[in-house]
């Protein structure tokens, strides 16, 4: 095992369906397979739900599949989610179970309370910098390596609003500059913006997380430290 940062570029470690799993079901959502060999799981209120998709993937993002797709109603009665939010995998699981407890602590998970200035200023208060010709709508990691921004939103990232042109949250890692993406995000436009935060705010943590296996394309990019404190400096492969 290493402790690696930085965590956006940590990948998932091959965990992200069992460590979500784990924090929803301790949290108390109902889990059951569907038809489409997919895991479905529902916050206790029936308000919120997050789907492991990957047997059954509909669509990619940056040319990856989507991995989960979370979403959340008004009422649980409600045939049509508010919004909706996309996550391929490669995405540091620390971040996504940052972002489904602040989900399941919401009594309206489907209102929104904060400005989208709320997304750039909790990633730039952990070293990331506001975009130059966006600075109040987009924010990049040292070295490029990631970013978030606010952008119109792929075609099939459904949301309750039907109107074109919509904008919602993209957020990806890039090791490096034009190579291929570690792992995208789509947020569609109804997505609270605090929500969004909290994701956006784990991705950009500066504390290391626990990995077992690293992502290929990394090397050179990470710092790896080995359990006791003995420091690799930047990585060039898991062992």
Do not use: K
């Not at 910098?129 to 990631?146: E, K, N, Q, V, W």
């Not at 993209?170 to 190579?179: C, H, L, R, S």
């Not at 909290?198 to 710092?223: M, W």
């Amino acid at each position: 095992m290493y402790w690696v940062t930085p965590r956006h570029l940590a990948g998932d470690d091959e965990a992200l369906a069992d460590q979500v799993g784990v924090v929803l079901t301790s949290a108390g959502w109902r889990m059951w397979p569907t038809a489409r060999d997919t895991l479905l799981y529902t916050s206790p209120d029936g308000l919120c739900g997050a789907e492991w998709t990957r047997a059954a993937c509909s669509f990619e993002l940056g040319d990856l599949p989507v991995a989960w797709q979370v979403s959340a109603r008004t009422r649980p009665t409600s045939a049509l989610a508010e919004w909706n939010a996309y996550f391929t995998a490669g995405v540091p699981h620390e971040a996504l179970t940052d972002f489904l407890p602040a989900l399941d602590a919401r009594s309206e998970p489907a209102v929104s309370f904060d400005s989208p200035e709320t997304v750039v200023a909790a990633v730039c208060a952990q070293g990331w910098a506001r975009d130059i010709d966006r600075p109040h709508t987009a924010a990049l990691a040292p070295g490029l390596s990631a970013g978030i921004s606010l952008e119109e939103v792929p075609l099939l990232v459904r949301d309750a609003d039907p109107r074109p042109g919509r904008f919602g949250w993209q957020a990806w890692a890039e090791p490096v500059v034009g190579d291929p993406y570690l792992w995208c995000t789509s947020f569609s436009s109804s997505v609270p913006h605090d929500l969004v935060a909290i994701f956006a705010s784990s991705l950009a943590s500066p504390y290391p997380v626990q990995c077992s296996c690293l992502p290929a394309g990394v090397e050179g990019r990470l710092t790896v430290v080995r359990p006791g404190g003995d420091r690799q400096g930047r990585a060039s492969g898991a062992e």
